[in-house]
Nanobody
Framework: QVQLVESGGGSVQAGASLRLSCVAS????????VAWFRQAPGKEREFLSR????????YYGDSVKGRFTISRDTAKNTVYLEMNSLKPEDTAVYYC?????????????????WGRGTQVTVSS
């Protein structure tokens, strides 16, 4: 079974950039769509972006469109989330998740496999 490991989080100042990574172990992302979500304390899990591994098609949530970029490296079996112009409200635990449901969905329930998350803290 595919397992996911996120990395790249940290504590930064507002305006900085970070690149998160999601690596698959025990398998590959082949035939999956890979998504990034985040969850801030006391808030629901929020969809950020998604990429279809096989064709590279991407989709973004409105809150991060234009600031965040999702990409994949097929040789490294890794999906990235490049985050620019970070704001204090971007502070959250960031998760990657996968689904074989190729119809676009932003609901967490459609993603059966999750990583453990990586913390991003943005100070003003």
């Amino acid at each position: 079974q595919v397992q996911l490991v996120e990395s790249g989080g940290g504590s930064v100042q507002a305006g900085a950039s970070l690149r998160l990574s999601c690596v698959a172990s025990g398998g590959t992302f082949n035939t999956y769509a890979v998504a990034w979500f985040r969850q801030a304390p006391g808030k629901e899990r929020e969809f950020l972006s998604r990429i279809n591994w096989n064709n590279g098609n991407t989709y973004y949530g409105d809150s991060v469109k234009g600031r965040f970029t999702i990409s994949r490296d097929t040789a490294k079996n890794t999906v990235y989330l490049e985050m620019n112009s970070l704001k204090p409200e971007d502070t959250a635990v960031y998760y990657c998740a996968i689904t074989r449901t190729l119809l676009l969905s932003t609901a967490p329930d459609f993603y059966p496999t999750w990583g453990r998350g990586t913390q991003v803290t943005v100070s003003s």
